[in-house]
């Protein structure tokens, strides 16, 4: 099936920092992916679609200044959380489509923010 | 508004058969979803419907009623493993995901 890949798997970092999250689709090419986050115990939250060529289509109350999407190939989405605060602590996860009803999700990438 | 709804939690005996039930409220529908997500872990696919029915897929089976928008996810022979969270989505008019809270499973022994 398809493989879907994130990096880091985790990552701790200070307070005001920029942290960069990869999500790459391994065996396909993924003209749109999608950005979730999912605090403990709650359901996933789309952030933002990210189609490849393009500027991101961010969710309401997303700030897109603060969490920046760039999709510089069929392959390839990166999210990068800027200036992370405590409250950014959460679980990130990636999912690209191969058809418009298959979306296979990365493995997820849990942020913890100092 | 959009609304799906699914139980917070629910437990069940290894071996036996377990219903989880959803219902949802789109505006549109092109296809439910039901997803396995341990708990640290990303979502797995399990199963998709996009007509009325059943679908069935080893241990796990999906029904779908779109007049009463209500869709199922049952698992028979339970094991310790299906230990988890199921959650339930439905693909809107823009082919969005609108995701349900997520139903709890736990398997006793």
């Known amino acids: 099936g398809a493989v879907v890949s994130q990096h880091p798997s985790w990552v701790i970092c200070k307070s005001g920092t920029s942290v960069k999250i990869e999500c790459r689709s391994l065996d396909f090419q993924a003209t749109t992916m999608f950005w979730y986050r999912q605090f403990p115990k709650q359901s996933l939250m789309l952030m933002a679609t990210?189609?490849?060529?393009?500027?991101?289509?961010?969710e309401q109350g997303v700030e897109k200044d603060k969490f920046l999407i760039n999709h510089a190939s069929l392959t390839l989405s990166t999210l990068t959380v800027t200036s992370a605060h405590p409250e950014d602590s959460s679980f990130y996860i990636c999912s690209a489509n191969i058809r418009e009803h298959e979306q296979y999700f990365g493995p997820g990438t849990r942020l913890t923010v100092t | 508004g959009q609304n799906i709804d699914q139980p917070t939690e629910m437990t069940a005996t290894e071996g036996a058969i377990v219903q989880i039930n959803c219902t949802y409220q789109?505006?549109?529908?092109?296809?439910l979803f039901w997803y396995q997500q341990h708990a640290g872990e990303a979502p797995t696919f399990l199963s998709y419907n996009v007509l009325d029915g059943l679908e069935e897929k080893g241990r796990f089976s999906s029904f779908l009623s779109r007049s009463k928008g209500y869709s199922y996810l049952l698992l028979k022979e339970l094991q310790m493993k299906d230990s988890a969270s199921y959650l339930c989505?439905?693909?809107?008019?823009?082919?969005?995901?609108?995701w349900g809270a997520g139903t709890k499973l736990i398997i006793k022994p």
């Open positions: 989505a439905v693909s809107d008019s823009n082919y969005q995901l609108i």
């Open positions: 789109t505006s549109g529908f092109n296809g």
């Open positions: 990210s189609n490849e060529g393009s500027k991101a289509t961010y």
